[in-house]
């Protein structure tokens, strides 16, 4: 087994850098959704927060302040931009249990009109992978809607993936929220 290469493989699954431990969990484990099939993982979860969605997507395409919410990355970087599209290089350092690891990927990531980002990566520790992120605003709460499919470039074994991948993001993504909610507060306070 090569936990070292399903770690790096799963901190590259998404379209940010994986959060590590956090406070309190605002999306829990339970809620994501993760599977194993062929080789491939497949993960996602749909989650409500009590922002509006043009906040949602400042925070989700703050590339250049990601490493200053996502308590496990050192830096994140855009790299290029054209329009709608960016290309993103981001480093850091992760914590899985006893194991303590360096990583960093590149990714294509476009945003489009209709409030989806889709990313693709370009380097890392997988062989393939891809990400949509759904932003639906309903008022003051906008939807998220996650969906990520990956192919490791080792093999691991898919009950220790199928569990570090779940709960990454929903650390991740707790810590993205909690970004959200305050910038949210921010602007409500003006």
């Known amino acids: 087994m090569r936990f070292r290469d399903l770690a790096a493989v799963l901190l590259c699954c998404c ?3 994986l959060g ?7 999306l829990e484990v339970d809620e994501v ?3 194993y099939r062929d080789g491939r993982y497949t993960a996602g979860f749909v989650l409500h927060v009590p ?3 043009g906040v949602a997507q400042e925070v989700l395409t703050d590339f250049e302040h990601m490493a200053d919410f996502v308590p496990n990355l050192s830096s994140s970087t855009v790299l290029a931009r054209t329009g709608n599209v960016y290309r993103v290089a981001q480093r ?5 249990g ?3 690891f360096s990583f960093e990927s590149e990714r294509r990531i476009e945003v489009l009109a209709d409030g989806r980002i889709l990313a693709q990566a370009l380097s890392g520790s997988a062989r393939s992978m891809r990400s949509e992120m759904r932003i639906q605003g309903e008022g003051r709460v906008t939807r998220l809607e996650y969906r990520v499919e990956m192919v490791p470039a080792q093999w691991v074994p898919s009950s220790l993936g199928v569990n570090v991948l779940r709960q990454e993001l929903a650390e991740q993504f707790s810590a993205i929220v909690r970004e959200m ?6 602007k409500s306070s003006r």
Do not use: I, M, W
Not at 92 to 96: H, K, L, P, S, T
Not at 181 to 186: N, V, W, Y
């Open 15 to 17: 379209c940010f850098g």
């Open 51 to 53: 922002v509006t969605s």
């Open 33 to 35: 959704q993760v599977d």
């Open 98 to 100: 006893p194991f303590n």
């Open 92 to 96: 850091g350092v992760a914590n899985v």
């Open 20 to 26: 590590a431990a956090v406070e309190s969990a605002v």
């Open 181 to 186: 909610e305050r910038r949210q507060r921010l």
